[in-house]
DNA sequence: CATGATCGTTGACTTAGGTCAACCAATTCC
DNA sequence: GGAATTGGTTGACCTAAGTCAACGATCATG
């Protein structure tokens, strides 16, 4: 459309603002307060530390005293003391409380599920919502190590895998390629990080540790996430933790067929090198001396 | 990505809430609680009827009431008795009050044109919002007939153009085509209907008045809003529009490269006939005998 | 062990926002 | 022309939510 980019956003935040204060009200429905059905939520969603969840509802903490007292009252949340510090306290769910949420979470489900039914290229909307969302949050986006044979990390890789067999042209089948031992990928040989926005991984990188030199595998965004500088953050954070291992010497392999992975290393300091492998997909190779 | 949709969904909708929490509120940062800007800004945007701005905002009688006396005491709205109806009153935006109103949007365009500016593929980004404010607003579509000659509607032929240009192996010039007078498409010959969702336009279809029969021209439909049933919906508004006026033989041409457009008409109670026209673009032609 | 900082609690207060009923003035209906 | 209806105003009242200051209880530090 060539219409005004603004009207656009417009039209967009009256749509979700309208449609998430239906979402969102979720929260409503069942009788409570919007204040307290948020803290609730936060118990669930961010622990039981009182003060991290004031944290990250960024409430008063005379507000926040009263909305758990208030819970307790109805039999939701039980209060203790923090062992390891007695000025501090836990918030924890009762059954009754555990119940509450996950009422909470089929209201809201029901309603995204409702709009997926009802939607006819449901895969196109949530493409689209991931872009949306990735645009809004790429600064909130945190780059965390995690187990390369965890959950997280299979997605990723599977997303990977399927992307390199659209982009090569003789497709591409994992285990005909040099696939990284995932020990290798793990402290202390190597790390494997994940980006993840508000719980959902958005992209990957894989630190394989050896004995002449380390290897960087896997790096991989989503395409919601692209050109959004998260490949660069992911290769600093991986370059990093290679320094923090003693690691001196990187190298990593590629294809031309990936000219936008081929331009990030060229303009971050890699430098080209020979063949240093038979692996049978790669055709360009990099290696860079970390001081 | 393969990961659950319903995840998808809450993080889309906690990115957008966590967000236009500051989109919206461009609402604050100009010292007046929410209900006062929210007030203004449906003045300025539904017009001065004040019954019609309690329920665009769904608020309360003695609300609005207390608002807009404290609007007019800021100076920003005048009051005025309805000369058509005495107990009917209009709020009418005062130059400082439109003043008020461009700073707001000026506020929310900021931020938009933040978000577009810091995104490698605005172009991508808008066609993501529209598609999801498509998708939660079908239901609230309006189609109502417009000038063939105004802005709206030069907005959809013009994409209808480029599209069919896009579709037709040899192209589309529209002055080859039998470019359709817009007096023929306005009443009382015809009409002109435009599907309008919160004011931007999502599709189009204009009625052509004749002596032996009508026909129905320039259905289009934007890319975001698609099997929608917007389509469906513009060709039942142009039908009965055609029963209004006393029309009884609807003809229309398309082309087989417009599978979908084909498959409508075949579905609708159309009957293919024989070319009817020395059009050089369309190939498949339809008639409909209206009751 | 005394001092100061930290964590949560409590009471007093404020603001935004909304409900409800009574009311007046104008209009519509019979 | 009188009765009923409608549109807006006003006062009384309520809840959600947040601010602020004071205050124990606990912990960290010199």
Redesign the interface.
């Known amino acids: ?3 005004d ?16 204060g239906a ?2 009200h979720s929260f409503l429905g069942r009788g409570r307060p919007l204040g307290l059905a948020r803290t609730l939520h936060a118990i669930s969603h961010f622990g039981q530390d009182v003060a991290t969840i004031r944290a990250a509802l960024d409430l008063d903490k005379a507000v926040l005293s009263r909305n758990l007292k208030a819970l307790q009252a109805e039999g939701l949340v039980e209060l203790a003391a923090d062992p390891a510090d007695a000025r501090r306290k836990q918030a924890r769910l009762t059954p009754a409380g555990l119940a509450e949420v996950a009422a909470y979470d089929a209201l ?2 029901d309603q ?2 409702t ?2 039914n ?5 895969d ?10 990735s ?4 600064d909130r986006v945190d780059i965390v190590a995690h187990d390369p044979r965890g959950d997280l990390a299979r ?1 990723c890789l ?2 990977y895998y399927a992307e390199l067999a659209r982009r090569f042209d003789q497709g591409f089948d994992v285990t005909l390629s040099r696939d990284p031992d995932a020990a290798a990928m793990t402290h202390p040989h190597g790390t494997f990080l994940i980006a993840l ?5 958005l992209g990957c990188v894989g630190l394989k540790g050896g004995t002449d030199y380390a290897e960087i595998k896997r790096l991989w965004v ?1 395409p ?1 996430a ?3 500088g998260l490949s660069r953050r992911l290769m600093d954070a991986a370059e990093a933790a290679a320094r923090t291992l003693g690691i001196t010497l990187l190298r990593l392999d590629t294809n031309s067929a990936l000219p936008e992975a081929v331009a990030l290393y060229q303009t971050t300091g890699w430098t080209r090198i020979n063949r240093y492998n038979d692996d049978p997909y790669p055709d360009v190779f990099f290696e860079k001396q970390l001081k």
Chains 1, 2 share one sequence.
């Not at 196109?124 to 969302?133: G, K, N, T």
């Open positions: 459309m060539s219409l980019p603004i009207a656009r956003i417009r039209r967009f935040n009256r749509a979700v603002t309208a449609q998430t979402l969102d809201s489900d995204a599920q709009l997926l009802r939607h006819p290229r449901p196109a909307l949530l493409a689209a919502m991931d872009l949306v969302a645009a809004l949050t790429v997605h599977s997303e926005s508000d719980g959902l991984p989503a919601a692209r050109r959004l």
